[in-house]
């Protein structure tokens, strides 16, 4: 073979090897593009995954605190209007009880009852039990609602109740006056809110 043939095969075997050597460069530097796209990529969706997230923590964070500014926003109401009528009922109920001690019916109501939980916490029988009553009670009307008590009853007008009935016996006494029965504000109070709250 001659020097020039030679030459030329060498050259070829050159060129090969620098086809395959840039081959393998130009691929491995397509393998390494991949995956840098592909690290890239997934950096990228990881910080949108992040930053969505952030953005639904906070929108959730807002949504409940608004949520909770109007609970207490309507909480506040609430007891402002429970406030509010229970400041007007508690305006009307001395007159509205002085009214039902007015009506024979409510009067006689109250002197039952009266006198049923006197018989109960009284402790019942012996000895005289004295009924101080509010002015304007019929005798009749008393003798009737005092005829079956379990001790003899002296009925006393007291100018200084303006409804209701004070009953003693020994040191012992059950006020159901207009007075003794708005004594327990706390009690008269709850039971009003219990009345509003199931009135129509």
Known sequence: MSLEARKAA??????????????????????????????????????????????????????????ARRQTRERLARQGRASAALAAAWAALPRELERRWGEPAARHEWLANALARAAHELDGTGGTWLLHHAPGAPTAELDAATASAPAAIECIADPGLRAGVRIARGGNVLDASLDGLLADRDAVASAVLRALQHAP
């Open 10 to 67: 060498l050259l070829a075997l050159v060129d090969d090897d620098l086809r395959r050597q840039r081959a393998a460069l130009l691929d491995a530097a397509d393998r390494q593009a991949v995956a840098l796209r592909t690290q890239a990529r997934a950096q990228a969706t990881a910080r949108v995954r992040e930053a969505l997230a952030g953005g639904r923590a906070r929108r959730d964070a807002a949504l409940a605190a608004a949520t």
